[in-house]
């Protein structure tokens, strides 16, 4: 491994080295055989890409390129609506509800629009939302796709997994599709259910034997319950629509949802950046693709060197795996009391002793998308060159921001 990440720096480092920190790169080789290895893993079901995972075009055009992989998660409707009319996709789910009324205005005065992309709901008032933007006699019918709640109830009030929909049960997705079926100006075509608890924790999180243990033991008695349950929710809607698709799944969790008969595709996205959330996983790992890095510009010790800026921490509950992680070259960590700073970020360890004013250190971000949002440009490296990139944020597409 220490060989490997030597002759990754040098050819980081020389691919970039004419470039200003701090600078931003995706190794095409490693994300091409991540896509590979995830088409591998979904035994022959389509994949979507989920774009907040991405966040750029160029890569999410290759990768749709490739065989196995078709259409877009996207996590806004404003999104949704850009990569359709760039030529991205034809074919946009769009992950979380919307209450963009602008989004909605233009959705519904194109059909070219409306049959390109899906909006996800989980209550009847998302479609009044939508009626009070354009009524249903002066818009095309609006694609909807049902969120099924994935989360495991083992007993009473116990909740184990992320809040998302509040429908869990067949019984009420069934209901839910009545409701849309009686509603003029709606199609219902999908059903979705993200298990995050299994695809979004890691079983083998390091020097913890106790946690890995109970996620482990949760995860074997949750993925059961989950699949009788979405089989039963998604007989139940089928009997008020024709399903063109039941979506599931995410980076961790593709070989095990594809797996699923309910299931007809499944989302990926994380994968092909290989962040360090999922190095705590058991069944597949994989390769770092992204990276970014900055300059070192003092040495207040021997054994500490400081970088500029670094304070690019993810989203989610604030605990150390949201850091980003020095990577190259390797043997340097936090601060502990300082952590990954705004400005500055000191990195201490036997690494740090080697490192001047103007050496970089390379980065892993503990998530995948979010890197993207600090900076207007990737450079994908090919080889020992590299060529930039536009991130969404570098074309004035901050969807979030």
């Known amino acids: 491994m220490l060989t490997d990440r030597i002759a990754l720096r040098r050819r980081l480092d020389g691919a970039t080295g004419h470039l200003e920190t701090p600078v931003a790169v995706v190794d095409l080789a490693a994300f091409d055989d991540n896509a590979e290895r995830l088409t591998a893993r979904a035994g022959g079901k389509p994949i979507r890409v989920a774009s907040k995972s991405v966040r750029c075009r160029a890569l999410l055009e290759r990768v749709l390129a490739r065989p196995g992989w078709h259409g877009v998660m996207a996590y806004t409707l404003p999104e949704a609506v850009w990569l359709v009319r760039s030529g991205v996709t034809d074919d946009v789910l769009v992950a979380y509800p919307t209450a963009d009324r602008a989004a909605l205005r233009e959705l519904a005065s194109d059909p070219a629009l409306a049959a390109a992309i899906t909006l996800m709901v989980d209550h009847p008032s998302q479609l009044t939302l939508v009626d009070q933007v354009v009524e249903p006699g ?57 298990e995050a608890h299994i695809a979004g924790v890691g079983d083998n999180p390091p020097g913890q034997a106790l946690r890995a243990r109970a996620i482990r033991m949760m995860q074997s008695r949750a993925l059961p319950e989950l699949r009788e349950r979405r089989a039963a929710a998604v007989r139940a809607v089928a009997a008020h629509a024709d399903l063109e698709f039941v979506n599931g ?57 400081t970088v500029l800026g670094g304070g690019w921490v993810a989203s989610g509950a604030p605990e150390a795996s949201r850091l980003p992680v020095p990577w190259l070259p390797e043997g340097l960590r936090f601060k502990a009391d300082e952590g990954a700073g705004e400005v500055q970020t000191p990195l201490l360890g036997a690494a740090a002793e080697q490192l001047r004013p103007g050496d970089r ?16 440009e990737l450079q994908l490296v090919d080889g020992g060159t590299a060529s930039p990139a536009p991130t969404y944020r570098g074309e004035g597409r901050a969807f979030l921001g």
């Open 138 to 194: 002066a818009r095309p019918d609006v694609r909807l796709c049902i969120d099924l709640d994935a989360s495991w109830r083992p007993a009473g009030p116990v909740h184990i997994g992320v809040r998302r929909s509040p429908v869990h049960s067949a019984a009420q997705a069934g209901a839910l599709a009545a409701t849309i079926a009686g509603r003029e100006g709606f199609r219902l075509v999908g059903v979705m259910c993200y």
């Open 249 to 305: 799944g995410g980076t961790g969790s593709v070989a095990a949802t594809s797996a699923d008969p309910a299931v007809t595709e499944v989302t990926a996205g994380s994968g092909l950046y290989g962040p360090t959330l999922f190095d705590t996983y058991r069944t597949w790992q994989p390769t770092p693709a992204a990276f970014f890095a900055l300059s070192v510009v003092r040495r207040p010790a021997p054994r500490i060197a």
């Open 361 to 376: 250190v390379w980065f892993r971000h503990a998530k995948a998308g979010e890197l993207c949002e600090h900076v207007n």
